[in-house]
């Protein structure tokens, strides 16, 4: 049956039935759901939505056939909202949050996505709204012919998994007010190389995790906090670390087989460095691993430990980062104490190694308070430098 006119300006909700194979919406219709495309084969929507639609429903393309589902998808300036699983599992290769439907046009409109998105379809290119401010959890997942990416400016944080398990994805261009980047965000990808903007205060676990092609990475220089795995697997071979850093832990690094060299912006007081494991760095990295954590002495291999120089070498970097440290917030009977049990730990560590320590404390810890509240140098460091 085929109904040619049907015009009622109140009607705000209809039940479309199993035959409907089209339909032009004039009124406004202000969203699109799942029963309106599976029922409805209403891929003409999709294709060209009308403007006053606000609201694409979650599992829009779900159940329908694949032959039967656009390839490219071209939003008008008025979608605000994107829902969970979508365009999931589509056929949809090219998505353009756009104002104009122009695949070249200004990117703008969608205000928020939902959760796997468009994970596991066949997209190839994706233009992201200039509005959003979040990219969710899972949103392009295992989108395996997906090959870049652009961040808009707008986004924050990209979620757990947003980018994970794309394997061809070589390159990402991230947005200039990226704080966060979430767990797994880009693990399992082909990227090659990663500019992170100055905006980046945190990388979280796995962030990039897996990511065999990846020599080349600037870290953002507000960076504050590297968390384990960020970088596991990686091919990088040499990374600076910004002064900013408040906490890195070293199993970002775990798997990096080529990773020989990790240079810090000048000695940083505050930092927090923790993280076990087998590492193939240079003796210059290992060196001020130590003068930043003299408890890294566990993570260097132990035939090192056995040689003089070597040993002497690290003597003077930790004592030169206790020394700096102490300068830096103020050598108190605290900090006094805790240097000494600081060094007296190493110290009996590399006894075991060795079986000789860098040096015997001479001194008691009474005896060096006493010399420290006389306004003399740190006594600490007369006895370990001797």
Partial sequence: MKVKKFDSKKMAQARMPQSLKELNCTYGLMRISPKDVRQGRLVRALRRIPEKVTFISEGVLCGLAEEKQPTVVMLPKN????????????????????????KNGVASGVEELGEDC??????????????????????CANCTELTEAEIPNSVEVIGHGAFEGCKNLKRVVFGKNVRQISPNAFKGTGLEEVFLPDSVESILDGAFQDCPNLRNVKLSGRLEKIYANAFKGSDISSITIPKSVKLLNLQAFSDC???????????????SIYGGGNYNFDDETLLMLLMHAPGFIKCIPQEKLRNEEFVAQCRQAIATGMDKRDKCFGLTKERLHGDIKTFNNVNEYISKVTGKGLSDLQESKQSAIENFKKGGVSPVFDTINK
């Fill in 79 to 102: 979608i605000k909202y994107i829902g969970e699983n979508a365009f999931a599992n589509s056929s949809i290769s090219e998505f353009y949050m756009t104002k104009t439907g122009d």
């Fill in 118 to 139: 468009f994970a596991n379809s066949k997209l190839r290119r994706i233009v992201f709204s200039s509005k959003l401010k979040r990219i969710p959890v899972n949103t």
């Fill in 257 to 271: 087989k080529n990773l020989k060299t990790i240079k810090f912006e000048g000695f940083n007081p505050k930092i």
